[in-house]
Structures are given as C-alpha cells and as structure tokens.
C-alpha cells in the first residue's frame, strides 16, 4: 500500500476531536477538490506492506486513516479488517465519491465520510449509495464556503435524510464559524458546528508537532526544517529529551515540502 505519513496527534476533525491518534495517510485520490488542503498527498509516498502499517500503529488504540482518499487502495478493507482485529477504534475519513460496501460493519469503526458541495467543484462525484451504510457511529462531513454551498447542503439532506451525524464545517477549517453558526441555527437543522482543531493549533502546516511516529518499523521523528529553525537549537534539543526519543534508531524525517519552500533539500518522501 502506497503510504505518504504515519504520525502521532490529536484527531483534529469531527466527533473525535483532542483525542490522541495514529494517523496513516494513504497516498492519491480519485477527486479534485478546488480548495484542497492535502495535495501533498497526491503523489510519492513509500510502498509498506500491511503488516508493516500495523507494526507503525504498534499499540496505538486509536487510528484514524485518511488521504488522499483511502479507499482507492486495494487493500483498504483488509487493513480496516486487521485494525479491527486488533481492536482499535478506526476513524476511516473517506471523500464520498468511492464504493464504500466494504468497510467492515463493525462497531470499532467509525465512517467519517464527506458530501462534496459546489464550491469544490466535486459535487456530482458522490456515490449516494454509501449513505445507507452511515449510523448514529459514524458521521457526515459538509465543508460549506458560501451560501450557495450551505443551500446546496440544506437541499441534499433534505432530499437524502441519513440516521447519522451531519457536521458542519467552514471551508478552510477555522473561518467563517459564526456565520456558519448562525446558518445553522436559523435552518433548524441537528447538526453540529466544527472548526478544524489542528488548523487552530499549527495553521497549514503539515501533520506532525511535537510528536513521533514510525516508518518502516523505526521509531521517527517527524519535524520539518521549518520548526527546527523556530525552535532553535538548544530549544529543539530540550523538545526531543522532552519528548522521550532517546532510541539510537531514531531517524529523523524531513519533509521536502517545506525544506522546498525555503530552498533545502528535495529529495522525495521522508528521509
Ligand atoms: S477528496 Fe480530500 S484529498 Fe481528495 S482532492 Fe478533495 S479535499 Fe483533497
């Protein structure tokens, strides 16, 4: 399977927001969404077998596996049948536009799964189908940018009523909510109000901060060049000590994205 990240954090989105995860970002889409906040994700990446995802979660209890878009890897429902075998709880964060009848019905996992609106430019790309799968365990993401989207919104859970929970989000993840609040209110809906929490925390920075996670079994740390020169030397010495990453296998992962944008390195994927 075509893997672009494996890290450590907090859920940032939906009904599991603070809780510590471990995140596997798969790698590619199917979709093309005109105000994507991943596209790092669409290509690159490093090829890990199954069990060596499963030895990176370790014992992790909570992982969420996100894109790109998840499911068009051909392994997927395997992977979600390993994790629940070994009883995590599993967010799957799906885009709504692939067949999802192969998830395991499982209580363990949860389908945090999005309608597409308008302004994405994707709306015609859902699969309808997948809305009957969705429980009171799972929940349906709508990422509104405008009027026109919320309206849009309003019309489609009207004409498609689903027995789950209807999250509302800006486009973006941290702007707009009180007009957003405020929209909802007034349409009587049952559906929550959500900002992006690590949108809040670390902007439009890339996973990690702060954290470790594994790749290829080795114990990581994930940082970019970027916080390495904000935190400054003897600080980031007093980061990893604090963070317990004292293993002599520890390797550093630079993300090319960033040491890019400030003219660094460019290899491709971790390294
Ligand atoms: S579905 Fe998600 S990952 Fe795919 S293009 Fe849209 S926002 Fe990006």
Not at 55 to 80: H, K, N, Y
Not at 154 to 170: A, H, Q, S
Request: overall charge negative; some cysteine.
């Amino acid at each position: 399977m075509r893997i672009c990240e494996c890290f450590k954090s907090i859920q940032g989105e939906g009904l599991m927001m603070g809780v510590p995860t471990f995140f596997v970002r798969t790698v590619g889409c199917n979709l093309s969404c005109s105000w994507c906040d991943t596209r790092y994700s669409m290509e690159g990446g490093t090829e890990m077998s199954l069990e060596e995802i499963m030895g990176a979660v370790g014992d992790s209890p909570r992982v969420c596996v996100t894109g790109g878009e998840p499911m068009i890897q051909p392994d997927m429902p395997e992977l979600l049948r390993m994790l629940v075998s070994a009883g995590k709880q599993v967010v799957l964060e799906t885009n709504g536009a692939t067949d999802l009848s192969q998830v395991p019905d499982d209580p363990l996992v949860m389908i945090s799964m999005d309608i597409k609106c308008p302004s994405s430019g994707m709306a015609d790309r859902m699969l309808k189908g997948n809305l009957r799968l969705l429980s009171r365990k799972d929940q349906l993401k709508l990422i509104v940018a405008d009027d026109a989207d919320f309206d849009y919104a309003v019309r489609f859970l009207d004409e498609n009523p689903v027995d789950t929970n209807i999250i509302f989000g800006p486009v973006g993840g941290t702007g707009k909510l009180d007009w957003l609040v405020s929209r909802v209110l007034d349409s009587g809906l049952d559906a929550r109000v959500l900002p992006q929490l690590h949108k809040i925390i670390w902007g439009d920075r890339r996973a990690v901060r702060g954290l470790h996670g594994h790749l290829h079994g080795r114990l990581c740390i994930l940082a970019a060049l970027e916080d390495i020169v904000n935190l400054g030397g003897h600080l980031f010495i007093a980061f990893l000590r604090n963070a317990r990453i004292d293993e002599p296998s520890a390797v550093m992962c630079l993300y090319p994205q960033f040491t890019k944008a400030k003219g660094g390195p460019s290899e491709e994927g971790p390294v």
